[in-house]
């Protein structure tokens, strides 16, 4: 198996549990919380997306999906069209809202299609490339796109718990 091939399995099991944490919740339920400071499922699945959009389209030396192809609009958040979710507050998460739970399982598989294109693209040597060397020790292509994985299947896996909190209450 290539690095490539691996990198793209694990970026298709995102994408399963993204939808599996999405299936058949309405959007109130997308944006309920267990309690005022915690995450959405709406939030999580919204952040992790726009995570992965904004490092993978670095990399790769492209315009996000969220811009280049309108889901800013569409979503229509009251945040910068830059916004990916890093740091926000219960304030910011209360804000995250979708009218259908389409839109943000759309929006992944637009984002998972153009990383799927990039990764499956890419060799071994590439994984090597410094992609920000402003850290110790620099941050290569490897390291930023397997930070990315670790930090959407959290946030997905999270997504998932809360799913089961939501439909264990109703």
Known sequence: MRSADLLADAFDR????????????????????????????????????????????????RPQTWTADGWAGRFSLPFPAEETGYGHGPDEVARVRVADPALLTGYHDAVHAATLDYVRGLTDAD????????????????VRLVSVLADDLQHAGQAAFLRGLLLRGS
Not at 24 to 34: I, S
Not at 127 to 138: C, E, K
């Open 14 to 61: 995102t994408r399963e549990a993204v939808h599996e944490a999405v299936a058949g919740l309405t959007p109130d339920q997308l944006a309920e919380r267990p309690d005022p400071g915690a995450n959405s499922v709406a939030w999580l699945v919204w952040h992790l997306t726009r995570v992965q959009d904004d490092h993978v389209s670095e990399a790769a030396g």
């Open 127 to 142: 994984l090597d490339r410094v992609v920000d060397p402003g850290w110790t020790p620099p941050v290569t292509l490897g």
